[in-house]
């Protein structure tokens, strides 16, 4: 029944994205007349593509770009590509929670595997070299895919002088002009600052700065219980400072699932972390070598301090689009900065592109990406698409909470009829093999059509779990769908099969 029903919904689904590229490929062929122009002669200084940032966004798009053989031209201020998420955020993050972690299962688990040592310590300037290699390897590694697809690179600060012209000032102190037929802007987000609060990265530092620090602090802040909080709160945690968490919401990650967020703030709280939610920041006092925080209920009241040797501020992102120049050509944004654009991710100046953290959307390195191939699918008169519903997002602590889709809350909001699924690793064999049980899935499903709705995964690599339900997604697969498949055994994922299992009708194991 499953295979019949998942294969009437795929051929269905093939039709329909038949139908849908059909009749844009058709669109696309009215404006072909204009496109011509996007193609540059080989001999040409003028690049069919540029590409204004050199992060996950638009690295992705010049690559893809030039895969496509347009000509193209990527400029990057920073010197090295890969953008924030790469130099000082996804990845040196990545490293140095795996490799705090590492020191927190040396210190706290390993004896309960048979492995046990005199003593444990951190050295904590190799942790950050180790962190610096991986780094600079996949900097280097992204120049050499430009290289390999003929892309020119442009160290500098680019702004539009005109629609089809951007002025770099270039790292080496110089000055170019840079043409293109189609300019994509794709430069990222930045730090959103707090008023009151200036960030020196040494006492008071944003996630950059709290990527860095020279020793352990003894007492760390941290303000904004979000992703980026959260999980350079738990790096520094496991490493041996004393973390308290200020968040003006009455609850973390608004963005989470109702049921996940009550149990990882009860996991997090179990490690050690403390959170003052419903609260705001009203006063900062470094006189004493310190930092002194002034907080105060979010509705107002009494006020009171709290002491720490570093705070981060962690309050979110604003997209980075000051000084580029978009007022002088034109490009509209909201009042939030962002850059507004159609299906198609064009501005509304003609030939001009925006795609990830600068658009509306999920700000995440691997949407941006999806924006970039698909942006550059539309420049060179081909179909993209980006569903934003189903992109998914990780937050990489332990356990890792991962998500794809509506929470409970969501749906019910929409008033959709539905049915939960969950199942615990407490229930799974290779769970609790391995001493990690903590956590569970939950699948969310349509009453009647049992199509999945939203998965969102607590455990330690829920992280990696989560891409099947993604793809389920993709292709509206019902919970059943899931249920039928076979999983290895011993496996995490079977996991996710039991919850849909339970969710259509009932799990095997619990």
């Known amino acids: 029944m499953a295979l019949a029903s998942l294969a009437r919904r795929k051929g269905h689904l093939l039709s329909r994205t038949f139908s849908n590229q059909t009749s844009e490929v058709f669109r696309c062929s009215l404006s072909l007349t204009s496109f011509a122009r996007g193609f540059a002669s080989s001999g ?127 790292i080496d102190g110089g000055n170019t002009i840079v043409k293109g ?38 007492k760390l802040i941290v303000i904004g219980a979000g992703y980026i909080g959260l999980e350079m709160g738990s790096v520094w945690g496991r490493l041996g400072s004393e973390i308290t968490v200020v968040e ?20 997090l709280e179990k490690q050690g972390m403390k959170f003052k939610l419903n609260t705001k920041v009203v006063g900062v006092d470094t006189s004493s070598g310190g930092v002194k925080l002034t907080l105060e209920p979010a509705a107002g009241g009494e006020q009171t301090t709290l002491d720490a040797d570093v705070v981060l501020v962690s309050a979110g992102r604003t997209p980075f689009t000051s000084g580029l120049g978009l007022d002088k050509i034109g490009v509209e944004t909201d009042k939030g900065g962002r850059i507004l654009v159609n299906e198609r991710f064009a501005t509304n100046v003609s030939g001009v592109f925006a795609i990830g953290d600068v658009i509306p959307g999920p ?67 290779r769970a609790k093999a391995i001493d990690d049980a903590e956590g569970l899935v939950k699948v969310l499903a349509d009453k009647e059509t049992d199509k999945i709705l939203g998965v969102h995964i607590m455990a330690p690599n829920a992280g990696e779990l989560i891409h099947e339900a993604a793809i389920a997604l993709a292709y509206d697969a019902s919970s059943e769908d899931i249920a039928r498949v076979c999983h290895a055994h011993p496996t995490m994922s079977e996991a996710l099969k039991e919850a849909a299992m339970a969710t259509y009708d009932k799990p095997i194991h619990m």
């Open 44 to 170: 040409s200084d003028e690049s069919d593509v540029v590409v204004i940032g050199g992060g996950p966004g638009g690295y992705v798009a010049a690559i893809k770009a030039a895969q496509l053989g347009l000509k193209t031209t990527c400029i990057e201020k920073r010197g090295t590509l890969g953008g924030t998420c790469l130099n000082v955020g996804c990845i040196p993050s990545k490293a140095l929670l795996h490799s705090s972690h590492m020191y927190h299962e040396a210190k706290h688990s390993f004896s309960n595997h048979g492995v046990k040592f005199a003593s444990v310590e951190v050295d904590l300037p190799a942790m950050m070299g180790q962190k610096d290699k991986a780094v600079s390897n996949l900097t280097r590694g992204i120049e050499g895919l430009f290289k390999k697809n003929k892309v020119t690179y442009v160290k500098g600060y680019g702004k539009f002088i005109s629609p089809s012209e951007v002025s770099v000032d270039t």
């Open 248 to 267: 003006f919401a009455s609850e973390i990650v608004p963005s989470m699932d109702g049921e996940i967020r009550k149990q990882f703030q009860r996991s």
């Open 181 to 218: 037929k189609n300019i994509i802007v794709a430069t990222g987000s930045d730090v959103k600052s707090l008023p009151g609060i200036t960030i020196d990265e040494e006492r008071i530092v944003s996630s950059t700065g709290a990527l860095a620090l020279k020793e352990i602090p003894k």
């Open 363 to 429: 700000m995440l390195a691997h949407k941006a990406e999806e924006d970039g191939v698909a942006c550059v699918e539309f420049i060179a008169g081909k179909v993209g698409h980006v569903d934003y519903d189903k992109v998914p997002g990780v937050v990489y602590t332990h356990p890792e909470v991962a998500s794809v889709g509506k929470t409970e809350e969501q749906v019910k909001a929409l008033g959709v009829e539905y049915r939960v699924g969950k199942f615990p690793f407490l229930a799974n064999s």
